[in-house]
């Protein structure tokens, strides 16, 4: 807590993210209707206390609706960075402590995967694979894994020539010893800082997919369907993409904060500079 109150960021992107996980989580059980219950003779109802959103053209409240995209976004998002981090990490440490042929073959497919465009990409796998959930989790997977892989790489790269690697050779460690002991834990830091500032991307890749139809299939409730679907009445309701463009947009800058709070934490020039600080 007192590393929050220090860090601006940290402490708002904390509490913005644990409010939408919070609003995802109980919302089901303060919200007194269900996420497919139809009414209508109360479609496109205005923000009331009735109905703390309004309802969509079926009549069905909005607040559920959107607590539930919360649910699945933010599943989506955490599923597909956890798969990339999980790749991305085994990916970096493999090349960049063996190096050679390796790391070169596994270095130029790396370039391929980022010669596309990641939408463009991501449109192409779920088109492959087919709609869905779990289809939309490993396109953005395969989307993201370049990115932690190239940055595990080049921290291993540093790593595997410092001192205490070389002692850990000398003393006949083995070389996945080596890799979880002595270098795993210095690259860590910062890969929870990417993974991090990927959730709030995966939020925009998730919601832009749904927006183009090709993420989460109907009547299953997303951010990003509900944003596509508000556009057909933006003159006469505004409020149904209003309310889902705030919602992406809140939860993206509420990550981006707290990653950032994160890399000034995790950055040991940065705690180095905090250090000088309290001495003097």
């Known amino acids: 807590m007192r590393l929050m109150r220090e860090n601006p960021s940290l402490l708002i992107g904390g509490s913005i993210i644990a409010t939408v996980v919070a ?3 109980f919302s089901p059980w303060l919200s007194p209707y269900d996420v497919e219950t139809m009414n209508m003779t109360n479609r496109f109802a205005w923000p009331s206390a009735a109905h703390w959103l309004g309802t ?3 009549g069905r409240d909005l607040w559920t609706r959107m607590a539930e995209g919360a649910r699945v976004s933010v599943l989506i998002a955490v599923s597909s960075v956890a798969i990339a981090v999980f790749v991305g990490t085994i990916v970096g440490l493999v090349t960049g402590y063996f190096g050679g042929w390796i790391d070169l073959l596994v270095m130029r497919v790396v370039d391929v995967f980022l010669g596309f465009p990641p939408i463009i990409l991501a ?3 779920i088109a492959a694979l087919g709609p869905g959930a779990q289809n939309l989790v490993l396109s953005l997977a395969a989307v993201f894994w370049t990115e932690y892989a190239r940055v595990v790489r080049a921290v291993t790269l540093a790593q595997r020539e410092v001192d205490y690697v ?3 050779r000398a003393i006949g460690s083995s070389h996945a010893r080596i890799l979880i002991v002595e270098i795993l834990p210095n690259v860590i830091g910062p890969v929870i800082v990417l993974a991090t500032l990927g959730l709030g991307t ?3 890749a998730e919601s832009g997919l ?3 139809g090709f993420g989460v299939e109907p009547p299953t409730p997303t951010w990003g369907w509900t944003l596509s679907f508000g ?3 933006l003159r006469t309701e505004p409020w149904l993409s209003i309310v889902a463009g705030l919602a992406i947009m809140i939860t993206v800058l509420g990550f981006n904060l707290f990653g ?3 890399r000034d934490y995790l950055d040991p020039r940065g705690v180095a500079r905090k250090v000088k600080r309290d001495v003097s």
């Open 231 to 233: 556009t057909r009445y």
């Open 210 to 212: 749904s927006f183009l």
């Open 166 to 168: 070389a002692a850990a």
């Open 23 to 25: 609003f995802a989580v």
């Open 56 to 58: 969509d053209n079926f």
């Open 123 to 125: 449109l192409a796998i």
């Open 202 to 204: 995966a939020i925009i």
């Open 260 to 262: 950032d709070g994160l």
